[in-house]
Every structure is written in structure tokens, then in C-alpha cells.
């Protein structure tokens, strides 16, 4: 998840499973398992991303731009080898906010990450893939 915040979903998945909770470090995230620090830009790019954040057209340029939000997610993700650990060993892999979706579908693209693991996006969609593990 690339932000801090709770479903009622994803707490009835904490009482039937194991968590862990990936994430980056914030204030109030004292729910994540392990952190993952995506690059903030700085300078111009920093420049440019709030510039851009004030209109819709802006806003729009950046996500298809390498200073999206759900790209440095992913670019940190990608070289942490503790992540692809937790991975390896998980039976669901959720991404709760629009910012982990990418994430987590590259994630399940890695073919040394395995394929003994789900990828879903949501807490309902983490527990009903859970049910119908078999």
C-alpha cells in the first residue's frame, strides 16, 4: 500500500490470516510491517509535481510521467530483496490504494518472485481469494 488507512475488509482478513502489512513510513504508520521508501523527487521535479497537482490536465501529465506516485512505488519495490521475500512466502498479495495497484501487477509478472501467490486489488477481493485457495 503507498498510504496509511484501514477497510473493515482488510481487518477481518487480519482476524482470519497472517498480515503483513507493506508500506511507507508516515506518521500513523504504525501498522506497517515492512516499510518501503519510494525516492521523493526533488528540485525541479518537485517544481513541477506541484505545479502540475493544481489542475486536472496536470495532474494527468503525471501520471503518465516517471514522477507518478505509483512508478516510484514501484521502482523501490523492485530492488527491495525483503519485499521479494515476503512475497515468495505469501498466499494473497493486496493493493489497497491506486498507488499499489502497479505494484503489485509487476510484482506478479516477476517469474523469479513464483506463482503460488494471488494478486488482487482490495480487501473483499484479498478475502475472497483467500476462501477459494485450494
Known sequence: MSSDHE???????????????????????HSVTHVLTPAAPR????????????????????RISPLDRS??????????????ALVRDADVVVALDRDAILTVWKL?????????????YGGSAALFALTNRG
Open 7 to 29: 477497510t473493515p475488509a482488510l481487518a477481518d482478513l487480519a482476524a482470519r490470516a497472517e498480515v503483513v502489512r507493506v508500506g511507507p513510513a508516515s506518521k500513523g504508520a
Open 43 to 62: 528540485g525541479l521535479s518537485q517544481r513541477i509535481e506541484r505545479l502540475a497537482w493544481r489542475s486536472a490536465v496536470g495532474r494527468n501529465a503525471i
Open 71 to 84: 512508478r516510484r512505488l514501484w521502482r523501490a519495490a523492485k530492488r527491495d530483496r525483503v519485499l521479494h
Open 108 to 120: 506478479s509478472r516477476m517469474r523469479d518472485l513464483g506463482d503460488s501467490w494471488d494478486a488482487v
